[in-house]
């Protein structure tokens, strides 16, 4: 950057919430325009966007992993009472331990691509590519096999 980009964004300021704008959009009941060329600036407003999402994710993330852990709970509780029914035959009984084993299955599935409502799909850091890794090598034109 070189200074002549301009980043036009809007802040809540009690909340700190912030979006990006533009000059002639209209501003949000709350929000104050504020615009900056100063790239360390700019870098703060992206990062500040960037928790922004992350919260924001981690919320919808922890909401469907409620749900669908409800889900798999109701169905297992479903199945146990049907299972404990006096009309329920031995054959059926083990089809609903087998439906069961499924639904355990599907909770270990859960259990390992979340953590407390977070996705765990990246734990750690990642890492950049080791040194001499995404190199191209060129042969020169006599080694190549046509």
Known sequence: MNG??????????????????????????????????????????????????????ECLTYALYMRRKGMIDKWRSDIRARMVSSECSNEERDILKAALAACDRREEKLNRSTVYGKSAMQTTEANPKAPGEGRVFFMPPSEVVQ
């Open 4 to 57: 002549l980009e301009k980043l036009v964004y809007c802040k809540n300021d009690a909340t700190g919430h912030i979006y990006l704008s533009s000059m002639a959009s209209p501003v949000k009941p709350g929000y104050t325009r504020y615009s900056t060329t100063i790239p360390a600036d700019m870098d703060k407003v992206f990062a500040k966007l960037a928790q922004q999402t992350h919260e924001e994710n």
